[in-house]
């Protein structure tokens, strides 16, 4: 009978052989060591009881065993692993050891678990009131074991393994990997990977790192830790399309991992993966993140859906700086101007983002607030770090405020500062210098002074801005006659028929607008002038309340301050005050700091049977406070409005 359960234990043995143990290897041949008794079925019958965790039993077994053979070195070290291992009673497990050790010295499985239960004290002792000195004598002791075990038993992975690990420990990563190295060769496991690619990292070695934790992968495709640890790494190294594919393989399995969530859509959005990105956001809200609102909002504004970006970033929390620029960014595309102005005009501290002053710029601009530019670019320059981030169009935007201003000496000296600031020459920026060398609000500009072909470029329309503010129309009309030469669209021409307003030439501007009407039918652009051209002659009225509409009715016109204004005032032209007031406050809303929709709009209410001065002076008010360029003119309409009481 027991000749029977002794060939079951083996067979079962021989399958666990393969598929690893629980307590340890089987013991060497006995052919080798004659000296020692060894009765093989009772031991098969021992590692059967302990890979069953039955304990008890196993080591009832043993005791009855060592009372028979008391010197047999095997059997005592499967003792000395019950007391390591399950009873955690090292003394034990130590005096064990030594007896085993001194009846078979060499024995591998003996010499491993003195170490192991060498390293357990060392561990159990880190950080205690014990003698440094006499730590460390133990991890030396213990790794000499290990190194006896490795010579009794080349194939032992698990010596290797705690070798590797205790050489780690101590900060010997190099060592420590060769030995997890002899460990992998003869059984890979994740621990050994996991502990070299630890050992890498504190090596600062990422590409042993990488490779050991794909190993891992290729035991286990899904391991947490390994799809973590080098989506982490590739974040760092800003590789987002492989730190993407990693996080993808993690957030299939953990949906709910918000965390995880976000990095895996950051990742996205860095690698370019756009629609991935925007697919996900539709089943993971954003709203708390910053960066990633930013992001969403960013595509959706890109997209050209400037209302969906717009609610977006107006429902989020927590809105970073460059959340606010965006949203500033969006209302300027929206046209509308005062909106983007409250926006920008609320970031308290920008941290030296140079976006911020760009679209701060740009806003003031469109709010033809030159003054207030003129002294942001003051402030700029005197910090290097902002300095150094404008671009060729904020030097532009610098440019037209001084000429608007009507101060020519400082547009030379900003822009021969600006080309020598910008990293990359401006052959556009190039070109004004050329022209401002020639420019005097006196002088004509032509084709043959410039040396080549005319074209209505910024660098024209600023040259043309100096002469409109020094009233040289003439030169301005000479100008803007070459131009239209060769212009292939309106906007030369519509310059020119206004000229021909302001100078009271009014057959000659409409005419010319006639003949735009014929070649640019569908221009939004000169449909608008004529019909703010009949009402300024107070004419036709009704023919420009179509072309005004018309106008409207395109895809941006419906949005456009200077459209609504002109409609608007025809209303007012018209007689139909309610209509006019309504749609010239909605000019005014896109645009309040605009002169002239600000003067319709304080036409309607003084002709309007209240009179409503409050509201005149509020809206007079509001531009002085916020230093609009004729904010002089205004304080003495104010003081007009009081006297008038």
Known sequence: MKQITALICFCFLAVWAITGNTSSQVPPDTDTHRDVHFPYEDYLIIKYLLHLHAFEKAEALIDKFLEKHPHDPFILTEKA???HKVKNNPDEALKCLKKSKTLYPNYYYSNYLLASVLLSQYTQTAGANTNHKEREKKVEEALKYLDTAAADNPEFHDGYFLQGVILSERGKYVESNRAFERASRLKETAESYDYMAYNYNRLNDTAGEILSYQKILELNPFDYRALRALSQIYLEKEDFKQAAHYLEKLYSRNPDDQKLSFEYLYSLFAAGEIDKFMELTKTIDVSSKPMLTYAKALILSHRGKFDEAEQLLKAARNLDTASYILL????LRKQEYYQAYQVIEKIENPRGNPMYYSTRLHTLAMLNMNQRIVNVFKHIREDERILGHLRENDYYTILFAYAHLDQADNVREVVHFAASQLKEKSKSLLDLIHLLRVFSPEKKINASIIGKKMAFDR??????TLYKNQHQYENAV?????????ADNEDPYVELCDIYREQGHLQRAEKM???????????TLVKNYYAYFLALQNKNLEHALQLSADTLASTKGS???????TYGYILFRLGRLPEATKYLEKAYQKHPFEEEIMEHLVDCYKHSQNKENSRIREIYQKAIDNGVDFKDQLIKKIQGLKNKK
């Not at 660098?459 to 043309?464: A, S, V």
């Not at 000479?478 to 060769?486: F, I, P, V, Y």
């Open 513 to 523: 607008i006639k003949k735009l009407q014929k070649r640019f039918p569908d221009s």
């Open 559 to 565: 949005t456009n301050p200077a459209y609504l204004d």
């Open 328 to 331: 500033a960014d969006i209302y």
């Open 459 to 464: 660098n024209i329309f600023l040259i043309l």
């Open 81 to 83: 692993w019950l007391a």
């Open 478 to 486: 000479a100008l803007l006659k070459e131009l239209c030469k060769e």
